[in-house]
């Protein structure tokens, strides 16, 4: 049977998987493809550790350098992450005329342009379903069957941290840092989580989608990020008294020739399905012009998961392979000359509802003289809850917008933060209940 | 620009969808091919009926051999529906190098094989996306990106009609004849129900997805279907009371060298993703090998989102027309020959969960003579409920079962519908809660 070469940079947990899928199931792949995918070469810097899964004896190398210039390698796994080695890696296989796959959001999103020019002057692919969702197959949805539709929207729960995370505060009424000690010590969080949590790893992520949903340029350092640490028990209560869970989502719109791209916490309506998805699930809902609504729901991330979207886009380019053809689209589903640079929209220029949350001194006319600032800066009230007095002097005032401009918003809550009888900074979270 | 031709049978609801779509979405198109799809000849039957669809004047004609002939057509759309007329016209298609794209469930679940056959001969493709859950792409994940993925399970909420009547059942307490009613006056269900509401459209489409997910011919009418058209609201609420939710589910599953292919009203947990999918809503929930959970979920029906997957099929063919080849993949996504001839599980030796309704006279000893019959049948009992007494005699009293054999419950059925003091068939709801 004919043999396609296959060559893996950076053999950790997804290298471990990948190793393990194409072993496990290759004569399922090959009652696919006809053909069978052949890994030639894995290179790490590590090459003793025993990472529990076969590998033929001899594959492994430290040195990259025998993946990228073996003539018999059609296609190069990259799974190092982080940007410069990884780039110099993709960059090199590219220009041996090497077909890419990928995991590495981060570099996508960062450095995606540079990447798919010198795919498209090699005419190789680079495909990268395991950026985003981890086994979902979302993006090659986007890019494939759904390509006809104009997409309105796209929302994400793309990060299993943080859901894992907002999922037990909300179960258990915990707070986010004894959750987050919990999932460390589970293996959920990274020691560090400030990646996770503060919402960067998600914003990559949607980088990577709004650019393939409206076929745009994205300038990551535009897209508003906003993390999960300031979330307090308080609020998650407050969100259930009005109907709304909290979790952290990746946000892209189209508005006219101009972009929404942000990552926040965001309440959403208990009775949305993504509002069911929880613990370390993932899930992607978009909206096209003739689609209408579809949502994506699986493990965003794991060894096996994310082997299989790996593994996927391999077998995607077999089949070109096997075909005879070398690209048969390119990374973003768009003709490369055809992509646009719409600009993000800045975030005082967002329309949306908002939860507002005053720490306030127990006083007469506190709540008279904040409603007063909000109607000044035109935003208007749909409903409010002022609880009884719980920790010393302040009482929590919770209120819900009706749909008012973010600039008015910020502008309300500085005059407001300035009175005396406020003791704590505002706290507003966005709503998103604007879809069916 | 280039120009790929395109012609289409069946210029009905769906037809139009198509037409609309190319139409408002040219330029999209080809932004993202690089060439121009343009739609050649139209051929229905009615060709004085305005669809409400902007249509190039002349190609719309009555003779589909028009479409079938013409050398600029490449690809074929097939929207005719149906069996016969439906099933020439393809192969006509096919013998004359056409690839072919079709919504065609029916078809494809009873012919499939020799639509296939001829299409590998003529090494033509044949797409048929539209044909499961409308505008959810799931078939062109599990040929394409989940493609590397021993598959276990597939289950399906796949029709709309059954779907929007339960929804009603639960919501409102109503009873089935009267949502139908309702359903048809929507115009969400035919004035003759019965291809939807007996699940018999469901089973057509379960056909299709166990032969993508398994790698197997299925002889559609080995496929246990039973419809909606029994569920009564007393089911419905009894259901609620135990934390389930009733939906039509298509059930596959991986045992063995056999497979289980099943339409059937289901009980599911109310936590399960799938319980929240309401309304005309479809979707298929999977598990893979490695892939794990994955589900998806949009709209099963309509002109618009079937028209999405039609049209991205066409996009699919385009691309590789555009690369310069012809077939790139075979329709269940393994090499013809590959292709298993699985066993389809006989319902008798199925194990699973079930909910048993008697309606007894409220008479001492009949619960015992019920329990001692199941204990005889080797069926154990999870929980019970027996209630007030509620139209005159009888009283009913309801059973969830641990997990048994399916022969065993029809057993035990037949001898307790047996007793004098059961005075209507007892009832029989399966439950799949064995998911997470």
């Not at 494939?144 to 179960?171: E, K, P």
């Not at 978009?286 to 886009?313: E, H, K, N, Q």
């Not at 507002?356 to 009230?381: E, T």
């Not at 917008?401 to 406020?422: K, P, Y």
């Amino acid at each position: 049977m004919k043999e396609i070469g296959v060559g893996l940079l950076g053999f950790g947990t997804i290298g471990a998987g990948v190793v393990k899928l194409m072993g496990r199931n290759a004569s399922l792949i090959e009652e696919k493809l006809g053909v069978r995918l052949r890994l030639r070469k894995v290179a790490d810097l590590d090459i003793t550790t025993d990472r529990g899964v076969p590998i033929e004896p001899g594959i492994l190398t430290r040195n990259a350098d025998e993946v990228l210039t073996d003539p018999k390698i059609s296609i190069v796994i990259e799974l190092i992450g982080g940007y410069k080695t990884a780039k110099e890696f993709i960059l090199t296989a590219i220009e041996n005329g090497k077909h890419i796959v990928t995991a590495n959001k981060a570099l996508l999103a960062v450095h995606g342009e540079e990447i798919y020019a010198a795919a498209a002057r090699k005419r190789v692919e680079v495909r990268y379903e395991a950026a985003v969702g981890g086994g979902i197959p979302v993006l090659s949805a986007i890019k494939g069957n759904m390509a006809a539709n104009h997409f309105g929207t796209v929302l994400g729960i793309l990060n299993g941290t943080c859901n894992y995370i907002l999922t037990r505060m909300t179960q258990e009424g915990a707070d986010f840092s004894d959750v987050l000690k919990t999932a460390q010590e589970l293996g959920y969080a990274e020691s560090d989580p400030t990646f996770d949590v503060e919402g960067i790893d998600t914003a990559h992520k949607l980088a990577i989608l709004v650019s393939l949903c409206f076929g745009t340029r994205v300038d990551f350092n535009q897209i508003y990020t906003e993390g999960i640490s300031a979330i307090s028990a308080i609020d998650i209560n407050f969100a259930k008294e009005f109907g709304f869970k909290i979790k952290l989502l990746a946000i892209g719109k189209l508005d006219g020739d101009r972009v929404e791209a942000r990552v926040h916490p965001t309440m959403i309506p208990v009775n949305y399905p993504m509002a069911d998805v929880d613990g370390v699930f993932n899930a992607v809902r978009l909206t096209g012009d003739f689609v209408d609504t579809v949502m994506f729901y699986g493990r965003g991330a794991g060894m096996d998961p994310t082997a299989s979207a790996i593994v996927g886009d391999v077998m995607a380019i077999a089949r070109n392979l096997t075909a005879g053809i070398g690209r048969r689209s390119a990374p973003l589903g768009y003709l490369d000359n055809r992509l646009k640079n719409l600009e993000i929209k800045p975030m005082g220029e967002i329309v949306g509802k908002y939860y507002l949350r005053f720490s306030a001194v127990d006083k007469p006319g506190v709540l008279a003289r904040i409603a007063g600032v909000l109607g000044a800066c035109n935003i208007s009230i749909e409903s409010m809850i002022q609880s009884a007095r719980m920790d010393g002097e302040t009482v929590p005032i919770v209120i819900m917008t009706h749909e008012a401009l973010e600039r008015d918003i910020s502008r309300a809550l500085e005059e407001i933060d300035s009175f005396d009888v406020i003791r704590e900074k505002s706290r507003l979270i966005r709503i998103e209940d604007s879809l069916q």
